[in-house]
T-cell receptor, first 114, second 113 residues
Framework: QQQVKQSPQSLIVQKGGISIINCAYE??????FPWYQQFPGKGPALLIA?????SEKKEGRFTISFNKSAKQFSLHIMDSQPGDSATYFC?????????????FGKGTHLIIQP | DGGITQSPKYLFRKEGQNVTLSCEQN?????MYWYRQDPGQGLRLIYY???????QKGDIAEGYSVSREKKESFPLTVTSAQKNPTAFYLC????????????FGPGTRLLVL
């Protein structure tokens, strides 16, 4: 059972364009939603994260939009650059401070064309 | 430098062999994790540990074993029972139960000869 569904699987965007990656979840106990960025052969690194009490969070060119009623959240990369080419994972964690790991989406392979 | 180190970067396993992947952290984090990454599959949790001498199975623990004898170390053994071990293995840690952010190591790629 896939608890976090991520789309698209791959995405090609022109330099300067907006990259949009979407995730949907079913578990209403999730209350922390991070996005990770992973370059080939490296471990994922936290990019930005949001809690359900806000609908949007922006850090530089990266924005998370969160729709609690639809149980969806998305990552927007503004003015996309070739250096943004990487695999992006959305994830979610339940409330209550449980020590078990994050639940990840399957990832989106993003290519920014120069 | 503070962080998580994994070794080796590449590991080759022969048929029927057990191999151990190392994970060390100097972040003083309580919780540590092992994930397996396959192309198009995302990250799947193998084992996790909240404190020394305690660990719990994740979603895909069969064919793997772990130990947590020291706070800073969480080695993963891929046993001969794991029939499809070829994957990228990621170790992660976080401060404790109240913390959400997981920090990942650089990974170990395991290949079968």
């Amino acid at each position: 059972q896939q608890q976090v569904k991520q789309s698209p699987q791959s995405l090609i965007v022109q330099k300067g364009g907006i990259s949009i990656i979407n995730c949907a979840y079913e578990n209403t106990a999730f209350d922390y939603f991070p996005w990770y960025q992973q370059f080939p052969g490296k471990g994922p690194a936290l990019l930005i994260a949001i809690r359900p009490d806000v609908s949007e969070k922006k850090e530089g060119r990266f924005t998370i939009s969160f729709n609690k009623s639809a149980k969806q959240f998305s990552l927007h990369i503004m003015d996309s650059q070739p250096g943004d080419s990487a695999t992006y994972f959305c994830a979610a964690k339940e409330s209550g401070g449980g020590a078990d790991g994050l639940t990840f989406g399957k990832g989106t392979h993003l290519i920014i064309q120069p | 430098d503070g962080g998580i180190t994994q070794s080796p970067k590449y590991l080759f396993r022969k048929e029927g062999q057990n191999v151990t992947l190392s994970c060390e952290q100097n972040l003083n984090h309580d919780a540590m994790y092992w994930y397996r990454q396959d192309p198009g599959q995302g990250l799947r949790l193998i084992y996790y540990s909240q404190i020394v001498n305690d660990f719990q199975k994740g979603d895909i623990a069969e064919g793997y074993s772990v130990s947590r004898e020291k706070k800073e170390s969480f080695p993963l053994t891929v046993t001969s029972a794991q029939k499809n071990p070829t994957a990228f293995y990621l170790c992660a840690s976080r401060t404790g139960l109240a913390a959400e952010t997981q920090y990942f190591g650089p990974g170990t790629r395991l290949l079968v000869l």
